[in-house]
């Protein structure tokens, strides 16, 4: 615990009231190299949808503001970042569990997905904000379809979102022309809360040429492009004997690692050809980690130590509510530090404070937001969540850290804050109605799940 | 979902008014082999501490009861079981994360309880009754020192516990003597609630001598033997240099594989010399699971399969707090499913009823309650939980299974029952003051975690 330093520029404190003022908080804090230290008794000053000062609460004695919180018992932290989810899939939430990856996509989610309507999209997307909101996660970047339905989902929650309309090849040139026709058209709206980003679906079904006009198109109108690569060791074997190259020298090849470009998994590195080929990238490219779903595919999981020692950021992630079965950021934190542990065969690797490198800084840069959120700091976007540690299951504290990382659970997130807007206080949601999604999806259900149809968008045959 | 049976001798349910009855909940009951399904619209009737029947809410329309609890929006579950604990560490939780075993043993643990005091033990120990009574869990079964403070916190608690007295060699026969008197004096107590064992630390810590003298302690007076065996590969490693036998292989020389064993972690079990041992034992053999421990240990974990392929039942555990941060059994539940998964390399195996299964009647039979406890079903003691599903984190649902295994957690149980009273209703906490708990124990805290004594129980050199 250090003493409180005034991380805002002194002046702005007292420009005037604030907009919100949360007092009393533990606050976790990045120093100048990203470490993670936590300032006891703090207040957050908000105006304007923005942090002006991360200070003690008794500097702020007397500053008025129009809604104040009182965060004794509290950690204040950025709000989680979901740096690779599918929010309507929560539609279809353990639809097809203890099933290999091939049946699940070519039995169940594709076919599925053939049929699917505009409105299992916004119901969907409306139960995972929901589902994000109560779980602390401020931030999602979002890979699906129908995707301005979701930005419209967006606008009534409240969250901030990085959406991008996914495509394969199989659709012709329509489908990359429609992301970017989205992306073009989404992006800062929601007052800025939505940034968009192409994104081709996966190498194993988009091609190379189309692959390269995505990187031409992402360089012209300076685009971050998410995408999955090398979801299993299963794709990068298959790409090299279709192929003779890796998923991620294919992207290599249509120039993706020169721009912005988040890759979701990356289970399937094959080490001694792709870690050269990351570390030469010339763009900001990055990593999403869903450990949860990898475990239920039974997968190997990201290389979180070979990325961090070429200098990949490594976002957490939990992919779509049908494969992982929440959509909870908190429990991905904890599952990448245990997990890492045992796949590096090291207790003392991946500790609790890296954990929380991971869950704010290096999410924030994942999904192109390094500069806006990821840390409670003046300048910043005020996007944090008040954690409640006064459980029982969170006593003593020993170390907050690990307190953070293994005790503490996404359901101790009391109050969830974005762009200075309270979404959810004492646990109680704001912005949606639970029991009318749940009523409503409830009625589609046997018509989004009917596979009679024989339909599928696609077949996995990665 | 099948129509609700009634599973009780129907007579009883009108002997009277109930002391209380839960209606229009959904039920998980087993099938005469063990199958789980789940009924609807179900009512649970409880007398005397014990359930009369698992029946349709229609069959009990003006039935008077004492009590009574709308269960709707809910699963009622068996009260979940921790079969391995040390529920004093809870005042430990997150001393000492991120380190490997031995240096946690010999720099931490082992000094920390050279001094630890009966208010300490106290205190941990309610502090860990209101995290599982939260958590749904009903039995736990401790393993640790100053068990009479323990078992006096499972009197004002409510609670159901399988105490043993933990001892080492190095405290001479005094050691097994203290555990048996335990055992003797206590078992029976707090209205039948707690049961005991005896409770050896493991064979790197207890002789063969002492091991096979509480084999014949056991047997003479019809006691559980609770142990650690086989807790990492590096264990069995040493055993195997040190004295040319597994620890499971001493545990049976000893004669301890010929009465009721439950055996804490085996994540290090030598396959071609332990199974043919588990095989052959012709007592009740039983192994806990915690899974959080083995993978922030950077351990092995449990090899359920291979068990389960030799009969053997695998019950779910935390270990202590020390060590595994939570007393979370629910996780421990999805960490088995979901590690089960990964280690097998099989997605479609510990499916989520399997997981259910080892979480209701595998783990009452390994804390040797499996007549007691571990299904709703006439005639078994009224434990029992009931799941809030109603959270858009747990909707929609497409499998019932899946829901609580996957995507539901602890922090979703609404109310614990213990003997038909109610422990915690709609969350709070009937029978554990926690903000007095937790203020105490802050003053202990700094004389507890003080090392400069330069004690220590043990050396840990397994």
Chains 1, 2 share one sequence.
């Not at 339905?149 to 489908?175: D, H, N, W």
């Amino acid at each position: 615990m250090t003493p409180p330093p005034a991380h805002g520029p002194a002046g702005l404190v007292t420009d005037g009231p604030a907009d919100l003022l949360v007092t009393g908080c533990t606050a976790l804090t990045h120093g100048p190299d990203g470490e993670i230290s936590f300032v006891e008794d703090a207040a957050v000053v908000v105006r304007d949808g923005v942090v002006v000062a991360v200070t003690g609460t008794a500097a702020v004695a007397g500053l008025a503001a129009a809604e104040r919180i009182d965060g004794s018992g509290t950690v204040a932290l950025p709000g989680l970042v979901n740096c690779h989810t599918h929010a309507p899939m929560a539609a279809l939430r353990g639809i097809a569990d203890d099933v290999p990856a091939d049946e699940w996509f070519n039995d169940w989610i594709w076919p599925i997905e053939s049929e699917l309507t505009e409105r299992a999209v916004e119901l969907g997307a409306r139960l995972a904000c929901a589902e994000m909101i109560r779980g602390g996660v401020t931030t999602f970047a979002d890979h699906y379809f129908a995707m301005d339905t979701v930005a419209a989902v967006i606008e009534e929650t409240g969250l901030r979102a990085v959406l991008g309309q996914a495509y394969f090849s199989s659709q012709g040139p329509e489908g990359r022309a429609a992301s970017l026709d989205f992306a073009l058209r989404r992006r800062g709206t929601a007052g800025g809360r939505i940034t968009t980003c192409l994104a081709p679906h996966a190498p194993y079904t988009v091609d190379e040429d189309d692959l390269a006009a995505t990187a031409e198109l992402a360089r012209e109108h300076g685009l971050l492009v998410h995408t999955h690569a090398a979801e299993s060791r299963a794709q990068t074997d298959n790409s090299l004997a279709r192929y003779g190259r890796t998923p991620i020298e294919i992207l290599e090849r249509a120039g993706l690692l020169e721009g912005d470009l988040l890759i979701a998994h990356a289970t399937g590195l094959d080490a001694a050809r792709d870690l050269p080929v990351l570390r030469r990238a010339t763009g900001r490219v990055a990593v999403a980690t869903a450990p949860r779903t990898y475990l239920k595919f039974a997968w190997d999981t990201t290389p979180v130590r070979a990325l961090r020692d070429i200098g990949i950021p490594v976002g957490l992630a939990t992919d779509g509510a049908a494969s992982n079965n929440t959509l909870d950021v908190w429990e991905s934190m904890t599952l990448t530090a245990l997990l890492q542990k045992y796949v590096e065969r090291d207790p003392a690797w991946l500790t609790g404070r890296q954990a929380l490198h991971h869950a704010t800084l290096q999410s924030a840069r994942a999904v192109g937001l390094g500069e806006r959120v990821g840390s409670l700091a003046a300048g910043r976007r005020a996007d944090l969540v008040l954690v409640d540690l006064t459980g029982p299951h969170t006593q003593p504290v020993h170390d907050l850290a690990a307190t953070l990382v293994h005790s503490a659970r996404s359901s101790d997130v009391r109050t969830t804050i974005v762009d200075g807007r309270v979404l959810m206080r004492d646990r109680q949601l704001l912005t949606v109605d639970v029991p009318a999604v749940v009523r409503e999806l409830a009625e589609l259900l046997p018509a989004l799940v009917d596979r009679n149809h024989g339909k599928r968008i696609q077949k996995y045959e990665a």
